[in-house]
């Protein structure tokens, strides 16, 4: 079974601080890891993904995160917060292998970026 | 390269009547999926398919089914429903094989009065 927890449903910053919003996983199997960002009124879109290798993995708009399998943590990360930023984010982990077809979600952090 | 497309992006239903939601996926994508996300619950898996076949389904009440094409389009239905029904539908696809990422439309919005 898998699981994720997302520190923190609200996060506020201001323009040009850090980013960082936490999530933390529990697989069975190595795991798959990734970061949706949902706009208002909009779908998903991918902001990165770790499958296997390099554990720093960077994605678009200047965010990356860090698979730390010792801390079952893939926090995301971005030095300097810009209003465009504002969004929720999700946090999602499948299973590696043939049973990466489904995806468990965290409950979505709510980022507020203030000028 | 066009992304996962759903129609329709909006409807409002009344309580008992059903609804049709459709997803075409990325070109070259044979699995789809859904998703329900509603403020009290998130996102939740609903079901995948893939080659017509429903693979995988979520703890969901039989209300809900889906199907999908030869041409690997999906639809998903609802019947019967209940004002708990209102959410946003999210279709996603992911290649059969070697892919990992599953990509998602823009989402259905359906409103239950």
């Known amino acids: 079974a898998q699981s994720v927890t997302q520190l923190g449903s609200h996060v506020s910053v201001s323009e040009g601080a850090l980013v960082l919003l936490r999530c933390n996983y529990s697989s069975s199997v190595p795991p798959y890891l990734f970061w949706y960002v949902q706009y208002p009124n909009q779908g998903l879109q991918l902001l990165l993904k770790y499958t296997t290798g390099a554990t720093l993995v960077k994605g678009i708009n200047g965010f990356e995160a860090e698979f730390k399998k010792s801390e079952t943590s893939f926090h995301l990360t971005k030095p300097s917060a810009h209003m465009s930023d504002a969004a929720e984010y999700f946090c999602?982990?499948?299973?590696?292998?043939?049973?990466?077809?489904?995806?468990?979600f965290g409950k979505g952090t709510l980022l507020t970026v203030n000028p | 390269k066009a992304g996962v497309t759903q129609t329709p992006r909006y409807l409002i239903k009344t309580r008992g009547q059903q609804v049709t939601l459709s997803c075409s996926p990325i070109s070259g994508h044979r699995s789809v999926s859904w998703y329900q996300q509603t403020p009290g619950q998130g996102l939740q898996f609903l079901f995948e398919?893939?080659?017509?076949?429903?693979?995988n389904k979520g703890n969901f009440p039989g209300r809900f089914s889906g199907r999908q094409f030869s041409n690997s389009r999906s639809e998903m239905n609802v019947s019967t429903l209940e004002l708990g029904d209102s959410a946003l539908y999210l279709c996603?696809?992911?290649?059969?094989?070697?892919?990992?990422?599953?990509?998602f439309g823009e989402g259905s919005w359906l409103t239950v009065v």
């Open positions: 398919y893939f080659s017509e076949t429903q693979r």
């Open positions: 999602a982990v499948s299973m590696s292998g043939g049973s990466n077809y489904k995806l468990t």
């Open positions: 996603a696809s992911k290649l059969a094989t070697g892919g990992n990422t599953i990509y």
